[in-house]
């Protein structure tokens, strides 16, 4: 190294503890900062969808908007949104009075919802001693069956229920506590999990998910005594209750983002972003290639990119502890490749095919290699889910890069390094 007036000289090899490629990827996406989708991109979705843009806000949109999605509290966009298509079963999301009510009061347009409008409904309690009940009758549901239930939560002042509930009918209760946002306590049939996130302006997202008993089908929301124990107690007229909005029951296991309804049930369909034809075949190379990703992992489960063809043929970087790597080739299974277990958060995954030379390698992890792989023919990608059709990742994607030449191992230890 020889340091000269104009600058710095290097002479001979530099020594680099990380391997990087010296070329270009030929595609490279970056959502989190371009917020936009490439026009080589094509995407379709059908149905009412909802993100949570910069300002906080949640945001309604319609078909065929692609949605990147931020976090609520930091501002940070995570990328693109995919989700698998779901259906809000409740036909009226924010409790009006279409609502069933028992010994509560509701106050429609009595606060600022988390989309900014004034669409917040207050529930209050009577002083009799019961139960304050706000609650959908005759929801349709399934015995034996995974429900997760969402909605929004915030206290209107100090003088307001702290403990609030919601639950189905016959099963246990998930309580929240709405002033320190934390799950306070679950207690009974069905509960399978619960959670409690902030959202700005006061606001919590709490989800309570439940494996079902029977078909009775009443979702009921209710606030709980000032001790966060009794569901049973003598309300006050003085207590100003809780705001609740965007309240929604989705058969899964993990709740998605807010689908209004207004009279009817709603249902979103799941994201397709593809590339296709000549945006497909001008870039992506069929004999030799590495695909990069970095992604949100909140269901471990899912495909998070995969280069498709027709009869099931498919490389695909998968979304999954056991495997990260699948391949079929005419129909013929290629076997899955494993590399270690996710990360709860954000992962780096780098891919690499060739004929009998593929390789996955994850969050940093040395490659580990198939070789004995047979190369399918592809003539799509799909991102965030596989054969255009189904296994969407339920979560955002940050960036892909595509390289189309097979890179060595060491470079794929180092693309994939958080």
């Known amino acids: ?82 989700e698998h298509g779901r259906t809000n079963l409740l036909s009226h999301s924010i409790p009006d009075t279409n609502w069933n009510l028992s010994h509560a009061t509701i106050t429609e347009n009595a606060g600022i919802a988390p989309d900014g409008t004034n669409t917040a409904t207050l ?61 306070h306590n679950t207690s009974g049939t069905g509960i399978q999990g619960a959670s409690i996130t902030a959202v700005g302006n006061g606001w919590y997202r709490v989800m309570a998910h439940y494996v079902t008993t029977s078909t009775t089908g009443n979702i009921y929301w209710l606030p709980i005594a000032d001790d966060g124990v009794n569901v049973v107690y003598t309300g006050t007229s003085t207590a100003q209750g809780m705001l609740v909005w965007g309240c929604q029951l989705e058969q899964a296991t993990y709740e998605t983002s807010y689908i209004p309804t207004n009279g ?55 979304n999954s502890n056991s495997y990260q790597l699948m391949g079929t080739a005419g129909g013929v299974s290629q076997g899955t490749t494993d590399n270690g277990n996710l990360l709860s958060g954000t992962n780096r995954f780098s891919l690499a095919y060739k004929l009998n030379d593929a390789a996955i390698s994850i969050n940093g992890n040395t490659a580990t290699v198939d070789t004995s792989y047979t190369l399918p023919t592809t003539t799509f990608m799909s991102i965030g889910h596989r054969q255009y059709q189904y296994d969407q990742l339920g979560s955002c994607i940050a960036r892909i890069m595509y390289y189309n030449t097979r890179l060595p191992n060491s470079q794929l230890k180092t693309l994939s390094t958080r």
């Open 1 to 82: 190294l020889r340091i000269t007036g104009a600058g710095i000289t290097v002479t001979g090899e530099v020594a680099a503890s990380q391997d990087y490629p010296i070329t270009r990827p030929t595609l490279n996406f970056n959502f989190t900062s371009q917020k936009k989708l490439d026009p080589r991109i094509t995407y379709q979705r059908t149905g009412p969808a909802s993100f949570t843009d910069e300002f906080g806000k949640v945001v309604l949109v319609g078909d065929n908007v692609p949605r990147f999605d931020h976090d609520p509290t930091t501002r940070e966009c995570k990328g693109l949104l995919i």
């Open 123 to 183: 529930h209050s309690d009577t002083n009799t001693n019961n139960q304050h009940l706000m609650y959908m009758g005759g929801v349709s549901v399934s015995s034996a069956t995974n429900y997760v239930i969402t909605s929004y939560l915030k206290q209107p002042s100090s003088n307001s229920r702290r403990y609030y509930s919601m639950t189905i009918h016959g099963l246990g209760y998930v309580i929240f506590d709405v002033q320190n946002g934390t799950v």
């Open 264 to 318: 009817s049930t709603e249902s979103r369909g799941a994201d397709f972003p593809v590339i296709v034809e000549e945006n497909f075949s001008d870039v992506i190379n069929q004999t030799e290639g590495t695909l990069i990703a970095e992604y949100d992992n909140v269901t471990s489960d899912g495909y998070v990119l995969s280069l498709d063809g027709s009869g099931g043929n498919k490389i695909g970087m998968v």
